[in-house]
């Protein structure tokens, strides 16, 4: 049987670069995503077998970057100043790449949104946030619902506040509207990500990513059995 084919969008970023160092030792082929030629090489290094130059603003660019994948891991981000014509990548830009992977036959799709995106009830602190962020957050939404009614098999990651640290696969995981809040290092963002597409118990659902998180209800957490891709 081939390897499956990997998309990794977003690979030059935080969430991103962890994804591609732990895929590389696995038996898969990678993909990586960027708007700048001038990361290929510090892309390869870390393990992409492909660097795809494209922006997703472009659905040509989304298109080819999905074409002959299996699953896609989309960790794309902007800033508020990361505006495109009035948009953000983490809208209009993501739901490109949906479109193209549902059009491709990909068969799963992960998207790293954040805690407080959607209409879910969410903790204080989250909604204070996302009234800084809130166009952000609100293009998340839109690309959240486009994956949800997409012909794809999806698993969608809402993190809390990211860090640098380590992977320490502590994390738990909750349904929305569990109100978690706190800190989740990228490492274990990313091992999520990449365990998502084999984890059955993840297929079709939404969940709140945190690490020890604050003021959490017991009963609320989540035991998801994740598995580590194919023969990790
Ligand atoms: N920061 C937080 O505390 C926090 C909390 C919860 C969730 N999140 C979300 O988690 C995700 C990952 O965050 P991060 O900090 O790890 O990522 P990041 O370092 O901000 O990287 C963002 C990536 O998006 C890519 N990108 C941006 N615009 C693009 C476009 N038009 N076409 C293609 N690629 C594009 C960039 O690639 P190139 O520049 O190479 O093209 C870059 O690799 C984001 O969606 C973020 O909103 C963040």
């Known amino acids: 049987m081939p390897n499956t084919r990997v998309l990794v969008a977003g690979a030059s970023g935080g969430t991103g670069r962890a994804v591609l160092r732990l895929l590389a030792p696995r038996p ?7 708007r700048s030629a001038s990361k ?3 892309l390869e290094s870390l393990g992409a077998d492909e660097v795809l130059v494209g922006d997703l603003f472009d659905p040509d660019d989304a298109k080819n970057a999905a074409t002959d994948v299996d699953v896609v891991l989309s960790a794309v981000g902007s800033t508020l100043r ?4 009035g948009e953000f990548v983490d809208g209009v830009g993501a739901q490109n790449l949906v479109s193209a992977a549902a059009a491709a036959d990909v068969r799963a799709f992960v998207m790293e949104s954040a805690l407080g995106v959607g209409d879910d009830p969410a903790s ?13 957050q609100r293009a998340k939404a839109d690309t959240e619902a486009a994956l949800r009614a997409a012909d794809l098999e999806h698993t969608i990651l ?4 990211l860090t640098d640290g380590p992977r320490t696969d502590t994390v738990q995981v909750a349904e929305p509207g569990a109100k978690l809040w706190g800190t989740v290092s990228r490492a274990d963002v990313a091992r999520l990500m990449a365990a998502a597409p084999w984890t059955p118990t993840a297929t079709d659902r939404t969940f709140e990513v945190v690490d020890n998180p604050l003021l959490r209800r017991r009963e609320d957490l989540l035991t998801i059995d994740w598995v580590d891709g194919p023969d990790s």
């Open 124 to 136: 204080l602190l989250a909604t204070a946030f996302d009234a800084v962020i809130g166009p952000i």
């Open 40 to 42: 290929t090489d510090r």
């Open 158 to 161: 809402r993190p809390g506040v």
């Open 28 to 34: 898969v082929t990678v993909r990586a995503l960027t």
């Open 82 to 85: 990361d505006l495109h014509g």
